[in-house]
């Protein structure tokens, strides 16, 4: 009988750690990536990797009274997949507001419209039929007359024309009337890509976007009152502004300190550009995601420059005479682009201008752009405006598809954004850090919103959106962190951010980076934080005696690995401080049992505010 119990036990030893050692859940698109070659299982680009790019010239005009954009734009499209496409699609994502599209949230009546309004397509050199257009969500495609071959290109004419957002709308919008941030403006290609073939999602408001790398000749008419920021370099400046302004733009992309560019008196006077009807102001931008632009008559305009590795970048503020603290935003982010060059992800800084433009509502980031609110506390602008400059390098230094994986980038650089907000605020204990881990109690473990990480970020409904997207992977970043250690953790970062510099990674290329950083299969941490139902709670079981000392039970009530930080207090008044890394719970075991020296105990304490859980309640025994 002892012979079989021994053997049982050996057997479901093995069982249990065949359980805790089996790979991630991979999807079949991921595991036909892996086996065609083009991702590899150390998370870098396959040897057969490929991706599709674009060339688009695009020549716009809006009318700031009627709100109407017109263009014209010409597309050269490579195909650098295996495969022959035989159609195309592309994302009108301003038929958001188009009537009878669905949409995850309320839209104000004032910005609903007919929809972007396709006025002639041709697809090398041929006429495509309005009969061939099809259009689904905000997702526009037509057949191509003969097939595009791999490793092929074609040019596409596309005219359009639509009614931009007569308020303030989501990322976008109507500011006081005579201001406006344009975005996602353009007939723009999906994405054609190894995992997925063509991503036709669409867009319903609450989810991201997913984007190719392409370059961009941008045309954009506006009344000459107007003053114009956008993606890219201006290319045409000394043939619009007056020489006063153009002098100071240069001295602020030479100093540290700020430079009014236009102030109040500028705009009183109105003699900011050259005499004019219109002026037709020329971009060009190399090798990024997505363009934007603002454009104002009211606005006013701070600038500075900071030095980022061995480059300059040159910083501007653009807001209403009105703001309260969009004036404190050039110093700000002079300290978190230095931050993030040299502190983690220690890489330098992607852009080379950036223009955070008042709009709102919140915090948007584009390439080389920031559409952002005027908060009226000074430590939230601080806040939002550090998180917002961090995307330069997600999604757009390494691209990846947030539609999908919204997490990746919300979830790294709300961790990262909040040490550079707690650098900048001088809070070396990251006290600040308990507003997100006090938020992640809030919601934790509620069937409505708490859900695994890796659903898709497009299905995901608006309180399951901000918890999983934004909370849930900050904390489990966070413990990440604390895990390998800040150098380890930025190693992982940057080696990931280089891997897949101007490329498309997926979670598994994050996760198994990260394995090799680690030197270790990290999957008994990925698998429960990112892919099962469970939460972070630990709390303390039973407190006992064990010959001359003590034992402390904890209990993992959650599931999840989370560090263990005990702190036993003596009525001498001593105390004893034991810790356990979260590896602790790798083998998938529910409870531990920790041992501590003799004494009368007065008080026991496990795991500060600082570690998220999702109850507290049971983290204080007293006697």
Request: net charge negative; charged share 20%; hydrophobic share 35%.
């Amino acid at each position: 009988m002892k012979k079989l119990l021994f053997f049982l036990l050996l057997l479901l030893s093995g069982f249990l750690s065949a359980q805790t050692s089996r790979p991630l859940y991979q999807p079949r698109e991921i595991q036909t990536a892996l086996q065609s070659g083009t991702r590899s299982t150390d998370g870098r680009p396959g040897p057969d990797y490929f991706q599709n790019r674009a060339e688009y010239v695009i020549k716009a005009e809006f009318d700031p009274g009627s709100k109407m954009l017109s263009g014209t734009e010409t597309i050269t499209y490579e195909n650098n997949s295996r495969d022959s496409l035989g159609q195309l699609y592309f994302n009108l994502y301003q038929n958001l507001y188009k009537k009878g599209t669905a949409k995850d949230s309320d839209i104000e009546a004032a910005n609903l419209h007919d929809g972007v309004e396709i006025l002639s397509v041709k697809a090398g050199g041929i006429t495509v039929s309005p009969e061939r257009f099809r259009s689904f969500s905000t997702i526009f495609g037509f057949p191509l007359p003969t097939k595009m071959a791999p490793d092929s290109k074609i040019s596409i004419e596309i005219q359009w024309k639509q009614k931009m957002p007569e308020t303030i709308a989501k990322r976008q919008g109507t500011y006081q009337k005579t201001n406006f941030f344009i975005a996602y403006w353009y007939p723009k290609l999906c994405v054609y890509d190894d995992i997925e073939g063509w991503n036709t999602a669409g867009h319903t408001g609450q989810a991201e976007f997913y984007s190719d790398y392409s370059d961009y000749q941008v045309e954009i008419i506006v009344p000459a009152s107007f003053t114009v920021w956008s993606s890219g370099s201006l290319m045409n400046g000394d043939e619009i502004y007056q020489d006063k302004f153009l002098k100071r733009i240069e001295a602020a992309s030479k100093s540290d300190s700020v430079i009014r560019v236009i102030t109040g008196a500028d705009r009183a006077e109105g003699k900011i550009t050259r005499p004019a009807k219109k002026h037709t102001w020329k971009y060009q931008l190399i090798n990024q995601m997505d363009f934007a632009f603002g454009l104002s008559n009211t606005y006013l305009w701070d600038a500075t420059s900071t030095l980022a590795g061995n480059k300059r970048v040159s910083i501007h503020s653009v807001y209403s005479p009105a703001a309260v603290n969009c004036n404190k935003i050039p110093d700000i982010t002079r300290k978190a682009i230095r931050y993030y060059s040299l502190q983690i992800p220690a890489l330098a800084y992607p852009e080379e201008n950036i223009t955070l433009f008042e709009g709102g509502p919140g915090g948007m980031e584009f390439p080389g752009m920031i559409n952002q609110q005027d908060y009226k506390e000074a430590m939230e602008t601080m806040m939002v405006t550090v998180h917002e400059l961090g995307h330069a390098y997600l999604p757009f230094y390494a691209g990846i598809n947030e539609q999908k994986y919204g997490w990746i980038d919300e979830g790294i650089f709300t961790l990262i954004g909040f040490l550079a907000f707690c650098d900048q605020a001088g809070d070396k204990d990251l006290n600040f850090f308990q507003m997100l881990t006090s938020k992640y109690s809030e919601d934790a473990g509620y069937q409505a919103v708490d859900i695994p990480i890796m659903d898709m970020s497009y299905k995901l409904g608006d309180f399951t959106y901000g918890f999983v997207t934004y909370l849930k992977p900050t904390a489990a970043f966070f413990v990440l962190h604390d895990y390998l250690g800040a150098d380890k953790f930025t190693r992982g970062i940057s080696e990931f951010l280089t891997r897949w510099k101007g490329l498309h990674p997926t979670p598994y290329d994050l996760f198994n980076t990260f394995n090799t950083i680690a030197g270790e299969d990290l999957a008994w941490f990925w698998k429960p934080w990112f892919f099962e139902f469970g939460y972070a709670d630990l709390a303390i079981g039973k407190v006992g005696k064990s010959g001359a000392g003590h034992t402390v039970e904890i209990l993992n009530k959650g599931g999840y690995p989370l560090p263990v930080n005990l702190t036993i207090k003596y009525s001498d008044g001593t105390e004893k401080i034991f810790t356990e890394r979260m590896n602790c719970w790798k083998s998938g075991i529910s409870s531990l049992t920790i041992n501590v020296p003799s004494g009368e105990i007065r008080e026991i304490l496990l795991n500060p505010r600082l570690v998220p859980e999702a109850e507290y309640d049971g983290n204080r025994w007293k006697q």
